[in-house]
Nanobody
């Protein structure tokens, strides 16, 4: 079982920056992909960015060039640096982790509780 704790949300003016952090803890064999999703009021949850253990990062078209995802495997952490924020970036941001609970076991998903990001003047 993996627990995710997110931090770093808040209120920022358009054009500003915010950084989100997510740390995974608990019992697991390995962490595979890590990522961030967001859900705005009245909308479905959508992918923001993902970063695999090996390979390239992936971004939603709407955040390319403005957001940067990174991870620290030693800390089991994933980060999202958000620059040039726009009002349409306002949403609850969720951390997501794909992990292997034990040797030979199927991968599982874990979700954080969500952190509010509000972009407004």
């Amino acid at each position: 079982q993996v627990q995710l704790v997110e931090s770093g949300g808040g209120l920022v003016q358009p054009g500003g920056s915010l950084g989100l952090s997510c740390v995974a803890s608990g019992r697991f064999f390995s962490i595979n992909a890590m990522g961030w999703y967001r859900q705005a009021p009245g909308k479905q949850r959508e992918l923001v960015a993902t970063i695999p253990n090996v390979g390239s990062t992936e971004y939603a078209d709407s955040v390319k060039g403005r957001f940067t995802i990174s991870r620290d495997n030693a800390k089991n952490a994933v980060y999202l640096q958000m620059n040039s924020l726009k009002p349409e970036d306002t949403a609850v941001y969720f951390c997501n982790v794909l992990y292997t609970p034990g040797w030979g076991l199927l991968r599982k998903d874990a979700w954080g509780q969500g952190t509010q990001v509000t972009v407004s003047s």
